[in-house]
């Protein structure tokens, strides 16, 4: 394993549960505000999530309904709701609904105090990306980041590499001089597509999902236990994980599988 360069964040489920506490009811909201009947459940927005992007979701979800619009219709209705699910979406977030998850601020201001470069690789919309971050990390929150890669820079979304692949060609580094954060199967699928070692911090809506292939796997940035590879125990377990633990087990580079 090369020297850790930088790390390349996912967002949604795993910089905030963005997800649970944000797309699933904007989308509710842009419905209504639509005039169409259709609800999101917490159950079936997790079963959604297997699709990536937040149009094609939509456009899988009509493909199930006897309401859909019909067929040449779709595309057109589903750019409608999801500019009007976006605009939600920024309003709970401005409104403060939606939290980083718990020790992912302190891996950042570690990253930065170390000189270790940061990115943002993920295929949800920049204007979602830049609404949470600018509440959380102020109005120069693209300062932190080396490089950003949003859904609407790619052709093909996760689990397709390509989102991680842009970032490491900007970066003008090699894939294991990095380490992408994520939370779900799909974008451990793409970043390993692309060589990148990845740590695998559970959400909520993968809670149980198997993982293969990841160099560490658990619930999160905020607590020391609970992972595999295990981590050291200590007096400071709360303390969360840091930049020596992503590296140690970077360098062991053993392929960590978890099946709940």
Not at 68 to 87: D, F, G, L, M, Q
Not at 140 to 153: I, L, N, S
Request: one cysteine or more.
């Amino acid at each position: 394993m090369a020297r850790l360069k930088a790390v390349l964040w996912d967002m949604d489920g795993t910089i905030a549960e963005s997800e649970r506490d944000g797309h699933r009811l904007a989308f509710n909201m842009a419905f209504e505000d639509c005039g169409v009947r259709w609800r999101w459940d917490e159950a079936r927005y997790g079963e959604l999530l297997r699709i990536t992007g937040g149009r094609e979701r939509l456009l899988f979800d009509m493909n199930t309904r006897g309401d859909a619009p019909t067929v040449s219709e779709r595309e057109a209705v589903a750019r409608a709701i999801h500019a009007k699910k976006n605009a939600y979406y920024a309003e709970l977030v401005a409104g403060g609904a939606i939290a980083l998850r718990g020790g992912v601020l302190a891996l950042m201001r570690q990253c930065r105090e170390r000189g270790v470069r940061m990115g943002i690789a993920t295929t949800t919309s920049r204007s979602n990306v830049e609404a949470l971050m600018r509440v959380h990390l102020g109005e120069r929150w693209a300062d932190w980041f080396a490089v950003t890669v949003c859904g609407e820079d790619v052709k093909r979304k996760k689990p397709d590499p390509e989102v991680y692949l842009s970032a490491l060609r900007s970066l003008a580094i090699g894939p294991l001089e990095a380490v992408a954060i994520e939370d779900a199967p799909g974008g451990l699928a793409a970043a390993r597509a692309a060589d990148i070692p990845v740590v695998v911090t559970r959400s909520a809506y993968f809670l149980k999902a198997p993982i293969e292939g990841a160099v560490a796997v658990g619930p999160g940035l905020h607590d020391r236990r609970g992972w595999r590879p295990a981590l050291r125990a200590g007096d400071d377990d709360a303390r969360g994980v840091d930049l020596d633990d992503i590296e140690g087990w970077c360098a062991q580079m053993d392929s960590v599988c978890d099946y709940p």
